[in-house]
C-alpha cells in the first residue's frame, strides 16, 4: 500500500480513538484499540500517544502522522463496547478505510440504548440505593430518590445552559443540602445519608479511581490530567455543600 | 446483608446512566453486588477498611473478567459501574469539607485516606485481567 493508503488507515484509527477518549475509555484501552486497527491494515507499526484530551498517532517510517484534540468527555460505555467490537472485525477483515470510517461515525451518533428522560431517575435511582450503602435507612431511600431526581435535573439543566462544569457540581453540591434539608425539615429524614447518596454519584470517586489505573498501567500524563479533573471536581462540590450547610446553619454531620 | 441488593441496583442503574448497552445491565449490577459483597464479607472476617476493599476489588475485577468473556463484551462494561459502591468518594468529599471549615488535620488525613483507598481499588482491578490474559473472549 502507498502513503495514500496509509494516510486514510491513520485517519480511521484517528477516528476510533477519539470516540473511545470521548466515552471514557482508559489510555490503555485506546492505545491498544488504535494500535490494532493500525496493524490490521498492515501499512507498519504506529507509534501512539494517546492522553484524555488528545491523541497522536504516526508511522515513524513514513513520516506519516495524525493528531486529534479531544475537548468532550462523558462516559458512554454503548460506544466503547461499539468500537471494541468494529476493531475486531477489522483486525479479521480490513475494510476499506472510507466504509471503516463511515461506520465509526454512525458509532459516535448512535442512539443511546436508554431513552434520554431515564437518565435522570436511573441517577436517582442509584443514589438512593448509594444512601444505604453509606450508613442510611430504608426509610430514607424514597425521599432520597426524590431529592435525587432534583439534585440530578438541576445539573443537567446547568450543563444544558452552558455553564463550566465547575459551576455545575457547585451548584449540584449546594443543591444536595437544600433537598436534604427540606426532608429533614418536612418528614424528619436524617440529613446526611441522604446528601451522601447524592454526592456519591455526583463526586468523583470514579475519576479518582481511574486515575490511579492510569497511573498503575504507567500512563502518568493521563493520570495525572485526570487527577486533577477529579480534584477540581471534588473542590467546587465540597464549596457548594459547604456554602448550602452554612446557609442551612448546619456542620458536618456524618 | 439488607444493603447487597441495593449495590445490585446502585451499579444497574449507573450503568443506564452510564449508557451501557441494554443486556449488560442486569449483570453490571451483579458485578456491583459482587464487589460490594467481597467488601463487606472481608470487613465482617475482621479486615480493616484497605484490606476489604481491595478484596471487593479482587471479586469485582473477577465477576467482571467472567462476564466478559461469556457475554462478548468489554470488562470495562462491568467494572465502571460495578465500581461505584465501592468508590472512596464521600471519604473525598468529607476531605474537602472539613478543610473548607479550617478542620485542616482532620481533612488532610481523609483526603489522603480517599487516595489511599482509590490505589487500594486500582491496584486490585489490576490483578484480574492478567490472571485472565491467556483465556481470550
Known amino acids: 500500500m502507498g502513503s495514500r493508503s496509509s494516510t486514510a488507515v491513520l485517519q480511521v484509527a484517528a477516528a476510533a480513538g477519539v470516540v473511545l477518549l470521548q466515552s471514557g475509555a482508559d489510555v490503555a484501552r485506546v492505545e491498544d484499540t488504535v494500535s490494532r486497527i493500525v496493524r490490521a491494515y498492515g501499512v507498519g507499526d504506529p507509534e501512539i500517544y494517546a492522553t484524555p484530551t488528545g491523541i497522536f498517532i504516526s508511522l515513524a517510517d513514513q513520516e506519516a502522522t495524525v493528531v486529534r484534540r479531544v475537548r468532550n468527555r462523558t462516559i458512554a460505555l454503548d460506544r466503547i463496547s461499539a468500537v471494541n467490537a468494529l476493531s475486531r472485525s477489522l483486525a479479521a477483515d480490513p475494510k476499506d478505510p472510507a466504509e471503516a470510517l463511515r461506520l465509526i461515525r454512525e458509532i459516535s451518533e448512535q442512539p443511546m440504548p436508554f431513552p434520554r428522560w431515564l437518565d435522570v431517575p436511573a441517577s436517582g435511582l442509584a443514589a438512593a440505593a448509594c444512601t444505604m450503602l453509606v450508613g442510611g435507612t430504608l426509610p430514607a431511600v424514597v425521599p432520597s430518590f426524590f431529592a435525587n431526581l432534583v439534585v440530578q435535573g438541576g445539573e443537567r439543566i446547568c450543563r444544558w445552559l452552558g455553564l463550566p462544569d465547575a459551576v455545575a457540581d457547585l451548584i449540584a453540591g449546594a443543591n444536595a443540602v437544600f433537598c436534604a434539608t427540606l426532608l429533614h425539615r418536612w418528614l424528619g429524614v436524617p440529613v446526611g445519608p441522604v446528601v451522601a447518596g447524592g454526592i456519591m454519584i455526583l463526586v468523583p470517586g470514579l475519576a479518582f479511581t481511574n486515575a490511579l489505573r492510569d497511573a498503575i498501567a504507567g500512563d502518568l500524563v493521563s493520570a495525572t490530567a485526570r487527577g486533577l479533573e477529579a480534584f477540581v471536581k471534588v473542590t467546587a462540590l465540597a464549596a457548594g455543600v459547604g456554602a448550602a450547610l452554612y446557609l442551612v446553619g448546619g456542620g458536618v454531620t456524618w | ?137
Open chain 2, 1 to 137: 446483608m439488607i444493603t447487597y441488593p441495593f449495590a445490585f441496583v446502585t451499579a444497574a442503574a449507573i450503568a443506564i446512566s452510564f449508557r451501557s448497552p441494554r443486556r449488560a445491565i442486569l449483570w453490571t449490577g451483579l458485578c456491583g453486588l459482587a464487589g460490594w459483597a467481597g467488601f463487606d464479607l472481608a470487613l465482617r472476617a475482621g479486615a480493616p477498611d484497605p484490606a476489604a476493599v481491595f478484596a471487593g476489588a479482587l471479586a469485582l475485577g473477577v465477576v467482571s473478567e467472567l462476564l466478559a468473556r461469556r457475554l462478548h463484551l468489554p470488562a470495562i462494561l462491568f467494572v465502571i459501574p460495578g465500581l461505584l459502591p465501592l468508590v472512596p468518594g464521600i471519604i473525598a468529599y468529607r476531605g474537602m469539607l472539613l478543610l473548607s471549615q479550617s478542620q485542616l488535620a482532620e481533612g488532610a488525613w481523609q483526603l489522603a485516606r480517599a487516595l489511599l483507598i482509590a490505589g487500594i481499588l486500582a491496584a486490585g482491578l489490576a490483578i484480574p485481567p492478567v490472571m485472565f490474559r491467556r483465556w481470550r473472549s
